[in-house]
Each structure stands twice: as structure tokens, then as C-alpha cells.
């Protein structure tokens, strides 16, 4: 199967997924007082996008010959949990974006109040649902309950969070390169790292192909933002290019304004190459090294 | 021992588990750039307050014959999911208040990104504790995990957030009794019903026992809200003797707007009656007949 195929076989299954997961809208306003809430969490949670935390997991897991079943839940929980970050993220008193996915954001539909709420709701949802699946009554408790643990600490104030904080603390001074690679592990690495570890946890993986596992994320999940920071300073070239170019000017750190472009670019192709060899030894990991050459050559 | 004295006794085993739950502040800023947000999570979670979910926590343990340690963790993680709540109901698009018990409110003194941020860090580390605790390997495994569970769907959309909600809906059209008597059930009766039982959940209580608990978490809940709209009303009623009024009406659907001040004090008095009650037939039941009497007689 083609790369292209085989990622839209898996983001069918995902997104069926999520559509499942909030009540129907023909839900009635009497029975539901708190509709509103479902119809702001869905708004985001379906506005499309790559879904590439779920469809790493779903790779994994066919990697490992696993059932999609039992890491579904898992994978779209991280999802949940991406979202609830974006909605959050784009309120006015963090980011400010009216447009996300060319879609008004969040709280330009349903107000900050609702944004707030919605957020908060897609977290607590994500827990919900791996805490649900835990409990179903079998053998594979333990494991499902490992990974909901490793996803809780990911998402939280050691991971997510705490690397959002540092790229807020970032805009007042000027980081390190050190800092810099903290901070991006942490904002969106550990998020990767969790979708790609999830299924090998779950399916009780030995420590040689978690370990494997492991590097191959920490590299596309580098790979992952040197090339946000390349798409945004080509961008930011083009707009100053057209444009007067005094509003676009941004003095926050990226691995382009600490390395330069040339070397940004380098570090690209290196963490694309140690993702790919991080795979070395393992069966049927074609679609999981596209997956990183993707990364790195995405345009948006 | 007096109610007081042994109120005092959780409400110290309460605060000094809280304290232990975040980093020390001795961190280094270049160990932890995400230092920040610990001071923010800290500063709302350290601002004092009744603690009374936890208390309710520690009270049904004693009650039931358990183990403090079993049950606190767990207690403590309400608390968490409390404060995370009144930071974000106190941020300018909700309802921005500036102050709460007597100090600046979280986004007074860290700024609303954080103020949002910590929230989420809060909440997030609720469910990291409570998973935590569930995977030490003993036959306590499940009973921890069910608890787990009922605490996040009684602080998600089915619960709290739906509560709030409804709250802000009810704001812009009047709402009826039944859809009152809903949303406190969701706003606060869900964490404090959550309280209650999840002791009984953790030490495997029998359905009688859960039943009469459920029950008289119900009624103090109940209770803990209709005391508050009374306090508010009088509160308001003072204010308005002072001044021109004309800024303090609100036109919010409460228990004395709907029932008025007569009939909401016969639906308390009849709700703690309710509630004491409901633990006929318990043993040593005498400390939380008095959390409810103190509910409808607190002065704040």
C-alpha cells in the first residue's frame, strides 16, 4: 500500500473514532442544559488537521502487530488532549488567534468563557476514556494503566505544560540553545513521544523495541518543530519580502535564529536519518520512517 | 473530641499533604525553567479555604474504619480539581473576580496565560496522582481505579463543567427549579458527592453503606448551595441598605429568587435533616452530622 493510503486508512479510523466519542447533536436543549459545551468541544475536536499523534499510535501498533481496538481509545485520548491545548492555546490572553485550520477559533464561535470550559472539558475527557478502558475487567489492566499514567505525565506540568510555560518565559529573554531543545521536547515532543510509546506499552512491548521506539520519537518529534521553524521563517521571508516587513519582525528564539538557516536545515536531515535508523532491526517499519520523511518535507 | 478539634486534626493532615504535592520553591530557575508555574499552581492550591471535600474524605475514612493514607491521595486530588476550578471561574472572561479569600486572585498576581496554564497544570496533576497511586501493585489496584473513574467523570462534562455550564446559560434567560436544582447538582454537588464516596469506592464499602453516603452527600450538597444563595441574598440585602443599589441587582436565578428567603431556609433546614438521616444506623456517624449542620450555619 501506498504511504499516502495507508495514513488515510488510519486517519479514517480515527476520525470515526472522535466522531463517536461526544453526544449526537440531536440531543435536546431540555434534556441538556450543558448542550452548548459538547457543541464547542466538537467544533475543535472535528476541525480536521493531521492527526498525526493518533495515526503514529495506529502505526505502532500495526508495527507491533496489535489490535487497533485496544490502543484506539489511548491514541484518540491523546487527541483529545492536542486539542484541548490548541483551544487553550489560542485564547486572547495566550496566543490570540482568530484562525485556526482556516476556521475561527474556539472562542470567536463560542465566546472566551466557553473556550475556557470546552478545554477543560476535552482534558478531563481524555482521562475519562483511558480510565474507562482501564477498568474493563481483563488481563491487560495493568498495562492500559501504565499507559495512562506515562500519557498523564506527558500532557501535565513535566510535559506539555511545562513546555509551554518555558516558551511563554522565552518571550521575555532570550534562551538557550539548551533550553530551547527542553522546552520543545516538552511543548510537543513529549505529546509524539507518548502516541508513538502507547501501543508498545499497552501491548506489553519488550525494553529493546520501547527503547528503539523512543529514539525514533525524540527525532521526529525534533524533526517536528526545526521544520515548523523553517516553514515559519520561509513564511516570515515572504511576507517581508511582499510587505514592509516591520510587523513581522519576531525576536522569539528558534532553532533558525539560534543556528541559522543552513544549519537548522542540517539538523532536519540529521534527526530524519536517526529517527529512520532508530527503526533498524524491526519488521515492517517502512510506513513509520515515511512518516518521518513527511515531517520533514510537509509544506504547511 | 470536639467537632472543631477534630476538624482541625484533617484539616492539618489536608494541608500538609498539599504542601508536599508541588516542587520546593528552593528549585532552581536553571534547572526548571518551567519554575513559574509551580509557583502559580502553589500559590491558589496554599490560599487556605475549608478544605471541606477533603475533610468530608478523611471523616467517611474514619467512619468506615480505613486507612488515612489509602484515602488521602485521593482526597487531596479533589482539592486539586477544586482549586484548578476557581482559578479559571476567576479569570476576566469568566468572571473575573480579583480577589478570592482576601488575596489577589491567580491572574492578578501571574497573569491570565498562567492563571490558564497553572489551572490546566492543576487539573492534569490530579489525574497523575490518582493513576500514580492506582498502579502500586496491590489488590487495592481496582477498587483505586474505580474511585479514579468516578472522580473524572464527577468533575467533567457530565459533572462540574456541566454545572458551570449551565451556570453561565442560566445567566443570559431565567432557568426553572428542576434545571436549578440540576446545576448545583453538576456545579458543586458532583465534587463533593465525589468526596464522599470515594472512600467508600477505595475500602469497598457494601451498597447499603454507599447508598446511605450517596444520600447524604446529596443533601449537603444541596444544603452547601442553598446556604450560599441565603448568604448572598442577606450579603447583598446589607449593600443595598448602604448604597444606591442600583450596581448589586442581579437578576441570576437562585433558590431565594425562585423560592424565595423563607421557603429556601425550610428547604435547608429540611436538607440537613436529610442528611443526618441518611446515616442512621451508622456507627460513630457523629462528625458528619455536624459537617452538615455546620454547613447551613457557616456565616461565610
Redesign the interface.
Known amino acids: 500500500m501506498s504511504f499516502i493510503n495507508e495514513y488515510k486508512q488510519y486517519l479514517d479510523i480515527v476520525e470515526e473514532w472522535l466522531r463517536g466519542v461526544l453526544p449526537p447533536e440531536s440531543l435536546s436543549n431540555d434534556d441538556f ?2 448542550k ?3 457543541e464547542a ?1 466538537k467544533y475543535s475536536l472535528m476541525a480536521g488537521g493531521k492527526r498525526i499523534r493518533p495515526v503514529l499510535s495506529l502505526a505502532v501498533c500495526n508495527l507491533l502487530n496489535g489490535d487497533i481496538k485496544e490502543v484506539l481509545p489511548f491514541a484518540g485520548a491523546i487527541e483529545l488532549i492536542h486539542t ?1 491545548s490548541l483551544i ?1 492555546d489560542d ?4 496566543d490570540n488567534d482568530d484562525y485556526r485550520r482556516g476556521k475561527p477559533t474556539n ?1 470567536k464561535v463560542f ?4 473556550a ?2 470546552a ?3 476535552l ?3 481524555a ?2 476514556i483511558m ?2 478502558e ?2 474493563k ?1 481483563d488481563n491487560k ?2 498495562s492500559r ?2 499507559t ?2 506515562m500519557i ?2 506527558s ?3 513535566k510535559g506539555m ?6 516558551d ?3 518571550e521575555k529573554t532570550a ?1 538557550s540553545y539548551d ?1 530551547l531543545c ?2 520543545h521536547r ?1 511543548k510537543t515532543g513529549a505529546l509524539i513521544r507518548a502516541s508513538v510509546l502507547a501501543p508498545a506499552i499497552l501491548l506489553d512491548a519488550g525494553k529493546d523495541i520501547v527503547d528503539k521506539l523512543e529514539n525514533y520519537a525524540e527525532n521526529i518529534g525534533l524533526a517536528f518543530q526545526i521544520k515548523d521553524d523553517i516553514l515559519d521563517f520561509e513564511g516570515d521571508s515572504k511576507i517581508v519580502g511582499k510587505s514592509t516587513g516591520s510587523d513581522t519582525v519576531n525576536n522569539k528564539s528558534t532553532f533558525v535564529s539560534i543556528l541559522g538557516i543552513e544549519k537548522a536545515k542540517e539538523l532536519l536531515r540529521t534527526s530524519v536519518e536517526n529517527a529512520v535508523n532508530a527503526l533498524n532491526g524491526m519488521n515492517n517499519n517502512n510506513f513509520l520512517a515515511q512518516i518521518a520523511v513527511f515531517i520533514a518535507e510537509r509544506d504547511k
Chains 1, 2 share one sequence.
Open positions: 442544559p450543558e452548548k459545551i459538547y468541544m484541548y487553550h485564547i486572547p490572553c495566550m472562542h465566546g472566551e468563557a466557553m475556557v470550559l478545554g477543560d472539558g482534558l478531563n475527557l482521562f475519562e480510565l474507562r482501564t477498568i475487567g489492566n495493568f494503566l501504565k495512562a499514567y498523564s505525565t500532557s501535565g506540568v505544560i511545562g513546555g509551554q510555560v518555558i511563554m518565559e522565552s534562551i533550553v527542553q522546552m516538552k
